[in-house]
């Protein structure tokens, strides 16, 4: 599986950004995606997950509210918008994926078979 991630940047304390990640390489509905997320020094968290069929999400508390990971199994994408931006929620984002038949989400990264390579997201004081 092929994780490629788009979008991300710069904005100001308070903004919205959005990311995308295109899987390729198997049946995108039937993978299980998440978001991580890794600030210099830290430890890689997790953000959000989203099960195969979209039935199920969980996310971290540091941003529930604030961000929505949604999916589309027809262009294979799925997206993290992210709104009420602070600082500390600068990192490079990661899209990660397992496959699951089931709708229950891991939240350990240990549990992601797959990864991408990461999309800069900076957020100015």
């Known amino acids: 599986v092929r994780l490629v991630e788009s979008g991300g940047g710069f904005v100001q304390t308070g903004g919205s950004l959005g990311v995308s990640c295109r899987a390729s390489g198997r049946a995108f509905n039937k993978l299980t995606m998440g978001w991580f997320r890794q600030a210099p020094g830290k430890e890689r968290e997790f953000v959000a997950a989203i099960s195969r069929n979209a039935v199920a999400t969980d996310y971290a508390g540091s941003v529930k509210g604030r961000f929505t990971i949604s999916r589309n199994n027809t262009d294979n994408t799925t997206y993290l918008q992210m709104s009420s931006l602070k600082p500390e929620d600068t990192a490079v984002y990661y899209c990660?994926?397992?496959?699951?038949?089931?709708?229950?989400?891991?939240?350990?990264?240990?549990?992601?078979?797959?990864w991408g390579r990461g999309t800069q997201v900076t957020v100015s004081s």
């Open positions: 990660a994926a397992y496959s699951w038949e089931g709708t229950y989400v891991y939240t350990g990264a240990d549990d992601y078979d797959y």
